[in-house]
């Protein structure tokens, strides 16, 4: 499986943004897929799951703010994050695994995910 991150970049403070991460080779019909974050000097950030039975997941720190979906297809995923602040200012990564760390809660580690993208960058200025 090989996961594509697109869509970061340089915006202002209180604007949104629609991240998109394009799936490639074999997924299984049951799976979870999750948005990750990582700041300099900061430990990585699960932002937000999508289980392939429809369940989703935020992480407490951009609860409220961002929306995770997947197209009917599941060949892509997106987070669509809004009134961004400076804070929010991190490497986004999309990751895969088998349907399990969403129904148990463990893909907010990240550890339990199989497959990553290489990110894209969000900036948020002030």
């Known amino acids: 499986v090989r996961l594509v991150e697109s869509g970061g970049g340089s915006v202002q403070a209180g604007e949104s943004l629609k991240l998109s991460c394009g799936v490639f080779g074999y997924i299984p019909s049951s799976f979870c897929m999750a948005w990750f974050r990582q700041a300099p000097v900061k430990e990585r950030e699960g932002v937000a799951a999508?289980?392939?039975?429809?369940?989703?997941a935020y992480g407490n720190s951009v609860k409220g703010r961002v929306s995770i979906s997947q197209d009917n297809a599941k060949i892509t995923l997106y987070l669509v994050m809004n009134n961004l602040k400076p804070e929010d200012s991190a490497m986004y990564y999309c990751?895969?695994?088998?349907?399990?760390?969403?129904?148990?809660?463990?893909?907010?580690?990240?550890?339990?995910?199989?497959?990553w993208g290489k990110g894209t960058m969000v900036t948020i200025s002030s």
């Open positions: 999508i289980a392939s039975d429809g369940g989703t």
């Open positions: 990751a895969a695994a088998g349907i399990t760390p969403c129904h148990t809660g463990s893909w907010i580690g990240g550890a339990a995910m199989d497959y």
